[in-house]
C-alpha cells in the first residue's frame, strides 16, 4: 500500500465501518460489564475500556474507518469462536458441555487457535504497520480535517501499539493452553 492515499484510508467515511463500529463499541460496553462481573483482571477490563474508547473516536469525530473494518471486525473472527469455545468450560460456561461433546470442544479450540494465528499474528501486523505509517502522516498534515483528529489519531496510535503487545501476550497463553489440553489427551 502506497504512502500516498494516506488522507482517504484516514478520513473517508465509509458506512459499514461506522456500523461495526457501533457493534464493537456495544461489545465492548458488555465486555467491560462481564469483565468486572467475572473478575477477569484489569489487563482485560482496560482493553476493553480503550477498545471502546477508540471505536467512539472512530466513530465521532470519525477516522480511520478504512482501518476499523480489520481491527474491530476481520480480528475479532477469532473472538466469535472463542465465546462459543467459552461454553465448554466447566468453571465459566456449561458445567459438563465439555465431557459431553469432547471433539466439538477440541474442533472449536483448533478453529479459534487457527483463526487468532491468522488474525492476530499474521495480518495483525500488517495492517498495524500500515495504519501507524497512515497515521504519522496524518499528524504531519496541516489539512483542517487532520487538526482536528489529533488527540484522537494520537490515541489510536498508543492503542494500537498496546494492542500489539496483548496479541502476543494471548498468543503465548493459547500455546501454553494447547500444551496442557494436549497433555491431557496422552
Not at 460496553?29 to 477490563?45: A, C, E, L, P
Not at 469525530?61 to 468450560?89: K, Q, R
Not at 483448533?110 to 495492517?127: D, E, M, N, S
Request: with cysteine; net charge neutral.
Amino acid at each position: 500500500m502506497s504512502e500516498d492515499g494516506y488522507d482517504k484510508r484516514m478520513f473517508t467515511y465509509h458506512p459499514a465501518s461506522q456500523q461495526v463500529l457501533l457493534l464493537f463499541f456495544a461489545y465492548q460496553v458488555k465486555n467491560t460489564y462481564d469483565s468486572y462481573v467475572w473478575n477477569d483482571g484489569i489487563i482485560f477490563i482496560l482493553h476493553h475500556i480503550l477498545s471502546g474508547v477508540t471505536a467512539w473516536g472512530a466513530m465521532y469525530p470519525g477516522c480511520a474507518h478504512f482501518y476499523a473494518l480489520f481491527f474491530m471486525g476481520i480480528s475479532e473472527v477469532s473472538t466469535a469462536v472463542l465465546c462459543l469455545l467459552a461454553n465448554f468450560d466447566d468453571e465459566f460456561g456449561v458445567i459438563g458441555l465439555g465431557d459431553a461433546f469432547p471433539m466439538t470442544k477440541v474442533a472449536l479450540g483448533g478453529v479459534f487457535a487457527v483463526a487468532f494465528v491468522i488474525c492476530r499474528t499474521v495480518l495483525w501486523p500488517i495492517c498495524t504497520y500500515h495504519f501507524l505509517r497512515d497515521s504519522k502522516n496524518a499528524l504531519k498534515s496541516t489539512s483542517p480535517m487532520a487538526q482536528s483528529r489529533k488527540k484522537w489519531i494520537r490515541l489510536f496510535m498508543f492503542c494500537s501499539v498496546g494492542l500489539s503487545i496483548l496479541q502476543v501476550i494471548w498468543l503465548g497463553q493459547i500455546v501454553w493452553t494447547i500444551k496442557e489440553e494436549v497433555e491431557k489427551m496422552m
